[in-house]
T-cell receptor, first 116, second 112 residues
Framework: GAVVSQHPSRVICKSGTSVKIECRSL??????MFWYRQFPKQSLMLMAT?????????EQGVEKDKFLINHASLTLSTLTVTSAHPEDSSFYIC????????????FGSGTQLSVL | AQTVTQSQPEMSVQEAETVTLSCTYD???????LFWYKQPPSRQMILVIR??????QNATENRFSVNFQKAAKSFSLKISDSQLGDTAMYFC?????????FGQGTRLTINP
């Protein structure tokens, strides 16, 4: 299957700083990418949909000014957690859609964010 | 809004046994897709099986099969001849315009 690379895999930062997470489709072009977060022992919750060349669409309750999403190319989407606080500590996972059908949806390996 | 419910937080079986994980969902749509994903300790999400709602035939992938009951809005996963490598969290998911809505997950442990 296609490969989606997510970097970094783990990051620890101080409260108040910003953290950028990258999601890259390595061998295909992804016009649409999705960002999820997963709290310990819980399910994945969709945060936003990232479309190449346009503004991201955020799910209800997700602060768009706090979670900045940029999908500048067909192979890269970034999630920036601005002014991170301990409650933002979570596992963040991206997925990338190859084409238009959901059978070609591939997940990154996730990023564990810990805010001290 | 679509919801997905997995009523079994944890399950445990012996190696080589068959295990069934349950999932129910709620939607008013008539055409949709359902998935089972596996999340091992590495936390990488792995697609196990996919079912299209308009297909009456249950999807099968090697040792994995589903029992899709559209009228009952039920979508269970059967794992036959379970292996130690099947130990993982399993998530049922509903496709909402290519955005996935996940159930709470079932932690499956295969014992040697």
């Amino acid at each position: 299957g296609a490969v989606v690379s997510q970097h970094p895999s783990r990051v620890i930062c101080k409260s108040g700083t910003s953290v950028k997470i990258e999601c890259r489709s390595l061998d295909f072009q992804a016009t649409t990418m999705f960002w999820y977060r997963q709290f310990p022992k819980q399910s994945l919750m969709l945060m936003a949909t990232s479309n190449e060349g346009s503004k991201a669409t955020y799910e209800q309750g997700v602060e768009k000014d706090k979670f900045l999403i940029n999908h500048a190319s067909l192979t890269l989407s970034t999630l920036t957690v601005t002014s991170a606080h301990p409650e933002d500590s979570s596992f963040y996972i991206c997925s990338a859609l190859q084409g238009a059908t959901n059978e070609k949806l591939f997940f990154g390996s996730g990023t564990q964010l810990s805010v001290l | 809004a679509q919801t997905v419910t997995q009523s079994q937080p944890e399950m445990s079986v012996q190696e080589a046994e068959t295990v069934t994980l349950s999932c129910t969902y709620d939607t008013s749509e008539s055409n949709y897709y359902l998935f089972w994903y596996k999340q091992p300790p590495s936390r990488q999400m792995i697609l196990v099986i996919r079912q299209e709602a308009y297909k009456q035939q249950n999807a099968t992938e090697n040792r994995f099969s589903v029992n899709f009951q559209k009228a009952a809005k039920s979508f269970s996963l059967k794992i036959s001849d379970s292996q130690l490598g099947d130990t993982a969290m399993y998530f049922c998911a509903f496709d909402r315009a290519q955005k996935l809505v996940f159930g709470q997950g079932t932690r499956l442990t295969i014992n040697p």
